[in-house]
């Protein structure tokens, strides 16, 4: 039982490359999150999907995509990487509703050179 | 707008100590809130939770206290560790299904 899974853990682009990350959970929860993190600030939320089949924008979805691809996998599409996406990005997986105890990856660093 | 904030971005306390860390938050409608820990490198990882019907849940050296009337929320620790070091984040949950977090607040644990 793993938990969350990110894939890859590091990752330098250089500016206007695209890719994407990936995530997987083996906790069976319906609700999955991508956030990033920049040095000295919480966590951010990108985009998130309530629901297989669903996804909707968070606080800061510019310049990215997302696709749930079934209930297990949802990755994050950054199709023309610029320095302003220098983070830390951590997916989550999480129970939804009101009491929403969401469980995080390890995080994938990303440099945008 | 929603935020959720801590009092103090650092708090350095001596090993052995008790640590108590300060969160405020701005959403009278949030029912529920969640403390992580998140060590250098590393995801958040959960601590203890608190529904808005309770004042004060107790876990394994950790407490967190909850006054709805000022909007404040607080984690202690008891008989604080080296390991105890790290970020802490406190996140309320406003009935979206998503949490909001604040910035953080850095424990330095002092030998």
């Known amino acids: 039982n793993a938990g969350v899974t990110q894939t890859p853990k590091f990752q330098v682009l250089k500016t206007g490359q695209s890719m994407t990350l990936q995530c997987a959970q083996d906790?069976?929860?319906?609700?999955m999150y991508w956030y990033r993190q920049d040095p000295g600030m919480g966590l951010r939320l990108i985009y998130y999907s309530a629901s297989e089949g669903t996804t909707d924008k968070g606080e800061v979805p510019n310049g990215y995509n997302v696709s749930r691809l079934n209930k297990r996998e949802f990755s994050l599409r950054l199709e023309s990487a610029a320095p302003s996406q220098t983070s830390v990005y951590f997916c989550?997986?999480?129970?939804?509703?009101?009491?929403?105890?969401?469980?995080f990856g390890p995080g994938t660093r990303l440099t945008v050179l | 707008g929603e935020s959720v904030g801590l009092h103090l971005p650092t708090l350095s306390v001596q090993e052995g100590d008790n640590s108590i860390i300060n969160c405020a938050y701005s959403?009278?409608?949030?029912?529920?809130f969640i403390w992580y820990k998140q060590e250098s490198g590393k995801g958040p990882q959960f601590i203890i939770d608190?529904?808005?019907?309770?004042d004060k849940r107790q876990g394994q050296r950790v407490t967190v206290l909850l006054n709805k009337t000022v909007k404040h929320l607080s984690l202690q620790i008891a008989a604080t560790q080296p390991g105890d070091s790290a970020v802490y984040f406190c996140?309320?949950?406003?009935?979206?299904?998503?949490?909001?977090f604040g910035q953080g607040t850095t424990l330095q644990v002092k030998p």
């Open positions: 989550a997986g999480g129970l939804g509703g009101v009491y929403n105890e969401q469980f």
């Open positions: 959403n009278s409608a949030s029912d529920y």
């Open positions: 608190i529904r808005s019907n309770m």
């Open positions: 996140a309320d949950s406003p009935g979206t299904g998503k949490l909001i």
């Open positions: 906790m069976n929860h319906n609700s």
